[in-house]
């Protein structure tokens, strides 16, 4: 998740340094991965004013500039763009600079007989658009304030924000969003929260309606479609809109996709919009909400994407139709045939929230991952649905001058939050006492000292958390308390219930917000020395005998494809790979394959054994089952000291031997028995040791 500060400044009081900040957010849970300023990839780039243009008397293509950056005295620039000309402000890369999208450092050159000092730009060479004509001629742009010679460019571009990049765990969806990152900040720091205020869902109306002929409705948990007609204007978005994606890094498209994409960033919800004309031109009937439905793709249909790629659908996805024709890959991406242009007039704004799992199938199956299907497989609250396709609406008509004609909601509203109770013994208990920096720094201490006043109810310092912080740790995370004589009712708020689910969770969050370094190490009394158990003194005998005798140690993957023989192997729900859909049964397989790949490699033998578990199925149950096996084939290249270099080829009786060895160290007697019922032996030269 790539967080804007001036953005993040604008929802939460922020008072920190980035630096500060991005430590405070790696401590409790929330990784900070990278720090980006924007104004250090146009360091040394400063606004030109081009006095002169006159040909270069040597080249045909190039052209000799003198140009003001602001000192005393003018520069001479060599320039072989084709739209430079006289009296234009542009975008100069002194000497010295380091244009950092090519790792290109600016010298002073003579270029065919004429001394250059400096470069004139593109937009392209500076990183902020990917392909540009020509040099950048800044008096085509809109400022609000006038252009200098020698001005920094990052302040005519408004290179002035830090991107920071964060890492966000499966179990925190919220961090998908900037307001949830914002009340992170805001539990963390006190920071006053300023976040966009959300209509409640008792505040909005709708009419409630069923997907069409939906025989996939289980993978669906709330299904909003809005028809807002008579939009006026769709062409590019304010600059303030622009802003916010540029900096996230997601292309502006215009006015209404760029509101769909700025309220998922925000609110963290997904949102697509169809157009209406166009629904109802391919599917040759009137589009109404009841028109809206979902199906299993039918397998190996071709479905046409924004990105203008073909997809090979497998029977897995879920496709959402109007009218039976296929529009959206369900919480993935939409269709190219339904998509908003500046032309459109009338919409169908989509806010929906999808399974989890529905939409990871969906999205590995056709080997695509986008900004909508990473927030669905983390999952979403179904009660921030309206409420964020409501303010959506508001900006769409805001700025588009649309209407909304009706909003259709199908939804069965689930049982409420139940409030979970928050014990304070265990709290206390699992928490342990909090701790005073023993260190002789006595700032350290004295920080250790301020932390433990804050936490406690009173002057006399007891170790333990007092009820006080418990509450406003809680609270600062938006949930609502009822305390009772030794717990609390704890309402966790809409966005925070996919995690917060059990007294453990609110723990977890007291602890990771008040610091896990602000507690004492919680040891049982006294401490008691460790030990082998019986099995793994077994293990650890038969590991070391074995490689005493020459033998190496291998561990393959319980993890294996499928197998030409008719074996009940544990078949994986979920695999990633065909060739990791099944738990193993045995282990010769795998260490007969080594000994192949050993032998084909031209080495002169293979002696391998592995102590691993293999899983089998009886009646239903998985048996989960350690056992050793091993493969001895050529001459052991280890010994070859023991022949003055010559080969040599164990026997079945030197490899009987090597056994022997081993068993007479476990204490136990070996006897050897014909063997003839194994397939996987020659039933005329195998045996079994008793």
Request: glycine share 6%; charged share 25%; aromatic share 6%.
């Amino acid at each position: 998740m790539r967080v804007s500060l001036s953005w993040l400044k604008d929802l939460v009081e922020v008072t920190e340094p980035v630096g500060v900040l991005s430590e405070r957010l790696s401590m409790a849970g929330f990784e900070v991965e990278s720090i980006e300023d924007q104004a250090e990839s146009v360091k040394g780039i400063v606004v030109g004013y081009v006095e002169t243009c006159k040909p270069h008397p040597n080249a045909d293509k190039l052209t000799v500039c003198q140009v003001k950056i602001g000192s005393k005295e003018t520069v001479q620039i060599v320039c072989g763009a084709n739209n430079i000309k006289n009296n234009i402000h542009v975008p100069v890369a002194t000497v010295g600079t380091i244009l950092t999208k090519n790792n290109l450092k600016i010298k002073s050159n003579v270029i065919r007989g004429i001394e250059s000092h400096g470069m004139i730009c593109s937009l392209a060479e500076m990183g902020l658009e990917e392909n540009s004509e020509g040099i950048a001629i800044l008096d085509q742009q809109q400022y609000k304030k006038p252009l200098i010679a020698g001005q920094k460019i990052e302040k005519v571009f408004n290179l002035t924000d830090s991107i920071i990049d964060v890492a966000i765990t499966a179990n925190r969806p919220d961090g998908m969003s900037m307001v949830g990152i914002a009340r992170e900040v805001s539990a963390l720091t006190g920071g006053t929260l300023k976040l966009p205020q959300l209509v409640s869902l008792d505040g909005i109306e709708f009419e409630r309606f069923s997907l069409m002929q939906s025989d996939q409705k289980e993978e669906i948990d709330i299904y909003t479609i809005t028809n807002i007609i008579n939009i006026k204007s769709n062409g590019d978005s304010p600059i303030w809109l622009k802003k916010r994606l540029e900096n996230y890094g997601i292309k502006t498209i215009n006015t209404i996709v760029d509101i769909t994409n700025f309220v998922m960033l925000e609110q963290g919800q997904p949102l697509h919009a169809f157009d209406g004309d166009k629904l109802e031109k391919i599917t040759n009937k009137e589009v109404k909400a009841e028109s809206f439905a979902l199906r299993k793709a039918i397998d190996g249909e071709i479905f046409e994407a924004l990105d203008n790629q073909k997809y090979k659908l497998r029977s897995s996805s879920i496709v959402i139709t109007c009218n039976n024709y296929p529009i959206a890959l369900a919480g993935v991406i939409g269709s190219k045939d339904t998509g908003v242009t500046t032309q459109t007039k009338n919409i169908w704004l989509e806010s929906a929230i999808f399974k989890s799992e529905q939409v990871r199938n969906t999205s590995r199956s056709i080997g695509l991952r986008t900004e909508s299907s990473s927030r669905f497989e983390k999952g979403i609250s179904e009660r921030m649905t309206l409420p964020t396709a409501k303010r959506a609406e508001e900006l769409v008509t805001k700025l588009t001058g649309g209407d909304v004609k009706k909003r259709y909601v199908d939804w069965e509203m689930k049982q409420e939050i139940l409030p979970i109770i928050l014990r304070r013994s265990a709290l206390q208990k699992i928490l342990g006492p909090l701790s005073i920096n023993k260190k002789s720094n006595s700032d350290s201490n004295q920080n250790s000292k301020d932390i433990l006043k804050e936490c406690c109810d009173s002057d006399n310092l007891q170790p333990n958390i007092g009820d006080i912080k418990i509450e406003q740790t809680l609270e600062s995370l938006g949930c609502k308390l009822t305390k009772d004589v030794d717990r609390w009712n704890v309402l966790v708020p809409p966005y925070r219930e996919k995690d917060l689910i059990r007294e453990i969770d609110l723990i977890e969050e007291v602890a990771r917000l008040i610091g896990y370094d602000n507690f004492s190490s919680n040891l049982p009394e006294p401490l008691k020395p460790g030990g082998l158990s019986n099995e793994q003194k077994a293990e650890r005998i038969l590991r070391d005998k074995l490689t005493s005798v020459g033998l190496q140690e291998v561990n393959c993957f319980s993890l294996v494809g499928p197998s030409e023989e008719k074996n009940n192997r544990v078949e994986i729900t979920n695999p990633l790979l065909a060739e990791t859909a099944f738990l193993r049964n045995n282990l010769w397989e795998e260490h007969l394959n080594i000994a192949q790949r050993n032998l084909k490699s031209f080495q002169a033998g293979c002696w391998i054994f592995e102590i691993g578990d293999i899983y089998t199925t009886e009646e239903m149950k998985i048996n989960q089952i350690k056992i050793l096996s091993g493969i001895i084939t050529g001459e052991n290249v280890l010994e070859h000291w023991t022949s003055s270099g010559k080969p040599s080829y164990p026997n079945y009786y030197d490899a009987r031997g090597y056994l022997q060895s081993v068993f007479q160290a476990l204490k136990l007697d070996i006897q050897d028995k014909a063997l003839a019922d194994n397939p996987i032996l020659h039933p005329g030269r195998a045996a079994k040791l008793i």
